[in-house]
């Protein structure tokens, strides 16, 4: 079982900066975190999670949201089986519960249902 923990969140004002970080503890069939694909999903209220940035375990390709394009950066230090989010340019429409996600698949994929594993999310508010 690998158990995702995310944090960093909190409240900022639109333009701002924020750095979620995600710790990945624990294993399954003798995999390590570095040998997951890593993916940061957001939900606001009354809307369905959406995919923001995923970068994968063989060869740390990344893949972000248009929305997020330019303004994110998802990383990875295996060493410390951590995951960041570095969230610059901050808007009100970023305003959301921030989740990270484990895939043991090879690729960067979008789609929730990819993701075996699951944080319990980080609350990031952007006020305007």
């Known amino acids: 079982q690998v158990q995702l923990v995310e944090s960093g969140g909190g409240l900022v004002q639109a333009g701002g900066s924020l750095r979620l970080s995600c710790a990945a503890s624990?294993?399954?069939?003798?995999?390590?975190?570095?040998?997951?694909?890593m993916g940061w999903f957001r939900q606001a209220p009354g809307k369905e999670r959406e995919f923001v940035a995923a970068?994968?375990?063989?060869?740390?390709?990344?893949y972000y949201a248009d929305s997020v394009k330019g303004r994110f950066t998802i990383s990875r230090d295996n060493a410390k089986n951590t995951v960041y989010l570095q969230m610059d340019s901050l808007k009100p429409e970023d305003t959301a519960i921030y989740f990270c996600?484990?895939?043991?698949?090879?690729?960067?994929?979008?789609?929730?249902?990819?993701?075996?594993?699951w944080g319990q999310g980080t609350q990031v508010t952007v006020s305007s």
């Open positions: 996600a484990a895939s043991p698949r090879d690729s960067v994929y979008t789609r929730t249902h990819m993701y075996d594993y």
């Open positions: 624990g294993r399954t069939s003798g995999r390590t975190f570095s040998s997951y694909t």
């Open positions: 970068v994968s375990w063989s060869n740390g390709n990344t």
